[in-house]
């Protein structure tokens, strides 16, 4: 079957992070099923859809299955005073953080439209958001051993500006990124980031000194994971 290329384009908004995480989980249980289907029955095997959604949530802490409990550094009353949320999810990595500020990108994509490769996707999704800080001339990279994209990757003064964590099944892919723009950086102060001890967090705000225009950059970072993943954008 020919590769889909086409990827539906949704912007949530400001959306709860429990609901956020069931609309990911329906439409990638519906890919997972076509794919199924089509394994099953390939005479008549069914094209697969790929989304790419962009969205912020209200605060919240997100730890992985891979993630230790106790890098969450505050109680229940902690979290109701911070006004803030927590829930264990399926994706992969530690314990980050999503707030308002932020764009959190969600690409649930059917790798077999694209590559099979889930080290390359990670990568690509990387240079995505390397590509976009350096059209604010803010120079990042990667940090070897680690995930996401960092500043001063190459000496003491190194901090993340854009964690990554995702879960893929049967190639299609859930869960994403989570890119400091003008992010409250204090949240960070109540976790111990991804489970890393000793490395600081960043934003594109604390790194310019000035807050940035959220939409502007988001259309940035979608020309650039369009043009490096070959994707054709369409908005639902």
Not at 19 to 43: C, G, H, L, M, S
Request: aromatic share 12%; with cysteine.
């Amino acid at each position: 079957m020919q590769q889909n290329k086409i990827v539906i384009f949704e912007d949530w908004g400001l959306t709860d992070y429990e609901e956020a995480w069931a609309r990911q989980e329906d439409v990638f249980y519906k890919t997972v099923a076509i794919k199924t289907e089509n394994r099953n029955f390939p005479e008549t095997a069914k094209e697969t859809s790929n989304f790419l959604i962009f969205t912020e949530h209200p605060h919240v802490y997100t730890l992985g299955k891979s993630g230790k409990p106790e890098n969450l550094l505050l109680d229940e009353d902690g979290l109701q005073e911070k006004h803030a949320t927590y829930y264990k999810i399926n994706r992969g990595g530690d314990i980050t953080y999503h707030g308002p500020g932020q764009i959190v990108g969600y690409p649930i994509l059917d790798l077999d439209n694209f590559f099979t490769d889930i080290h390359l996707y990670l990568r690509t999704l990387e240079e995505a958001i390397i590509l976009t800080l350096k059209d604010y001339a803010i120079e990042a990279g990667r940090y070897e051993g680690y995930t996401g994209v960092w500043i001063d990757a190459d000496n003491e003064k190194a901090r993340k500006i854009c964690a990554m964590g995702v879960r893929c099944s049967r190639w299609v892919t859930m869960h994403g990124f989570a890119f400091n723009v003008n992010t409250d950086l204090s949240y960070f102060g109540n976790i111990v980031p991804c489970g890393i001890d000793d490395k600081d967090v960043t934003s594109m705000k604390r790194e310019l000194g000035k807050e940035v225009d959220l939409e502007d950059v988001k259309e940035t970072l979608k020309k650039h994971i369009a043009s490096l993943f070959g994707m054709q954008i369409q908005y639902s």
